[in-house]
């Protein structure tokens, strides 16, 4: 069974630091890997999806990137804000499987 | 166009009590999920569908039932509430395989 993994659980940053998020995974036949951010008391919000057969993925400030062979995958976010501070989750998608299974998340705080 | 929306958004039940958590979507997805979040877990699937008519079992899903009778509509209900069923309730849906899943704003069931 694919077990997701996101360390830390918070982090705090003071405005414009670059961040980077970490999630690890335990079964490397994936087909592809989303990031959410999570806004207290909201739904989820996809910010990027990485196909097995990339490395990384870019939106504006985030970039995402993976390595399957690892089992892992960053976050990075650069010259952060406090608008960025909120949960981000890493879910993961099996070859094969048509559901995700999520990390815990990390909850960001960025700081003024 | 609004995306996926779940109703009621808050909800409390006695012991033993039945209720209906709608679903709806309006993108035409094929594909449709239904989470629960438990405080500090990652989001385990309860069920899911990958059309109307075809639905099968996540990782969770004892204590709940769905049904597809359109693309649009996936509703869940609990038969007999009980306290462990206590969480907030998340539904999403997607297009094809290499689309992300849009999230719903999520219903917060509390069972007393």
């Known amino acids: 069974k694919q077990e997701v993994t996101q360390i830390p659980a918070a982090l705090s940053v003071p405005e414009g630091e670059n961040l980077v998020l970490n999630c690890s995974f335990t079964d490397s036949a994936i087909y592809n890997l989303q990031w959410f951010r999570q806004d207290p008391g909201k739904g989820l919000t996809s910010l990027l999806l990485i196909q097995s057969s990339q490395r990384e993925q870019t939106s504006g400030r985030l970039n995402a990137s993976l390595d399957k062979s690892s089992g892992r995958s960053t976050l990075y976010i650069a010259a952060s804000q406090p608008g960025d501070s909120a949960t981000y989750l890493c879910a993961v998608r099996n070859t094969g499987a048509n559901n995700l299974f999520f990390g815990t998340g990390t909850r960001l705080t960025v700081i003024p | 166009n609004a995306g996926v929306t779940q109703t009621p958004k808050f909800r409390i039940l006695k012991i033993g009590q039945s209720m209906t958590l709608q679903c709806t979507q309006d993108m035409n997805h094929n594909y449709m999920y239904w989470y629960r979040q438990d405080p500090g877990m990652g989001l385990k699937l309860i069920y899911y569908?990958?059309?109307?008519?075809?639905?099968d079992k996540g990782e969770v899903p004892n204590g709940y039932n769905v049904s597809r009778s359109t693309t649009e509509d996936f509703p869940l209900r609990l038969e007999l509430a009980a306290p462990s069923q206590t969480s907030v309730y998340f539904c999403?849906?997607?297009?094809?395989?290499?689309?992300?899943?849009?999230f719903g704003d999520g219903t917060r069931l509390s069972i007393l």
């Open positions: 569908s990958v059309g109307a008519g075809i639905t």
């Open positions: 999403a849906s997607r297009t094809d395989s290499n689309q992300p899943q849009h």
